[in-house]
């Protein structure tokens, strides 16, 4: 496969990123879905850990696919209708942010939190190996909670809290909804092609020792239409960045260019440590996120 090729492949990428970003979501009617029985949201088993609940439920989206999560909040009181939404980093699951989600219900709220597509359950003919698919369908399942969510009226205000991934999808989400008053983005890629190079993740490096350069370079150019920065520019919510100083796999002028292109009102901070950042910035998160949606 020749160079001239693979550039003429990559442009054609770039050409069709935003028929690609309004593919991304809009493909099906999701609130009459939510309204539907399809949906089957259930809660599978509860469990309780000091004074709260947490109910670890499951819905299924379109595509067949089981998705699996959890819900805390006060076990012996009404929860106030301040929602906050978890998403985890991509090499992680729902359990990353269980902590802050107890954090966040003991302060009255009710935390969410679901895991992402490449770890549900999903029917045995269904592609998965599509680049696209656990971010188009990561965003699917979120509107389907949140329509979930608004139709039993249990979210008058929402914020939402992802780390890597979880970054990415809140920045695509801040460009689809305005049911979500404020989101918190860590340590968000950019640069998704290069983003991917530089890790190290045993499943990425298979990828890469597997492909041929020329088929893995047209792989990383489908990541294109999916960074960030072509959706934060059409956020209409708050935003606070979450950087970290010593990110292996996330550069200061990658993190600044995302800030800059954003809209206000936003707010960056960065902080010691690496990609995974450090107690500082959840409680900077956590005292931020109070200011937004429980006041």
């Known amino acids: 496969m020749s160079s001239k090729f693979i550039l003429i492949y990559i442009l054609y990428n770039l050409l069709i990123i935003n028929q690609l970003q309004a593919q991304l979501v809009f493909d099906f009617d999701y609130k009459n879905y939510v309204q539907s029985a399809d949906f089957q949201f259930k809660i599978d088993s509860s469990t309780y850990q000091k004074s709260v609940k947490i109910d670890w439920i499951s819905f299924v989206s379109p595509a067949g696919v089981r ?3 959890f819900c805390v909040q006060l076990s012996a009181s009404n929860p106030t209708s301040a929602v906050l939404l978890f998403q985890h980093e991509g090499r992680q699951s729902k359990e ?3 902590s802050e989600a107890m954090l966040w ?10 895991d992402a597509p490449n770890l549900c359950e999903a029917p045995h003919d269904f592609n998965r190996s599509e680049v696209a698919y656990v971010y188009r369908e990561g965003i699917k399942h ?3 909670l949140i329509e979930w ?8 205000k929402i914020g939402f809290v992802g780390h890597s991934f979880g970054a990415n999808l809140g920045a695509i989400l801040a460009a689809q909804t305005t049911d979500i008053q404020a989101f918190v983005l860590v340590a968000c890629p950019n640069d998704l092609p290069e983003f991917y190079q530089q890790m190290n993740e045993a499943g990425i490096q298979k990828i890469k020792e597997q492909t041929a350069k020329e088929r893995l370079d047209i792989w990383l150019s489908l990541l294109i239409p ?24 996330i550069s200061p002028q990658s993190a600044l260019q995302l800030f800059k292109i954003a809209p206000q009102p936003k707010e960056m901070k960065y902080y010691w440590g690496g990609h995974a950042l450090n107690r500082e910035a959840e409680q900077d998160r956590w005292n931020w996120l109070m200011d937004k949606l429980m006041k």
């Open 67 to 69: 998705v699996k999560g």
């Open 105 to 114: 219900a003991q302060s009255g709220g009710v935390a969410w939190a679901i």
């Open 96 to 98: 990353q942010f269980l």
């Open 142 to 144: 979120w509107l389907l």
């Open 226 to 249: 999916l960074e960030a920065q072509h959706y934060l520019p059409r956020a209409r919510m708050p935003i606070f960045f979450q950087f970290a100083e010593d990110d292996e796999y």
């Open 149 to 156: 969510l608004k139709n039993q009226g249990k979210a008058q």
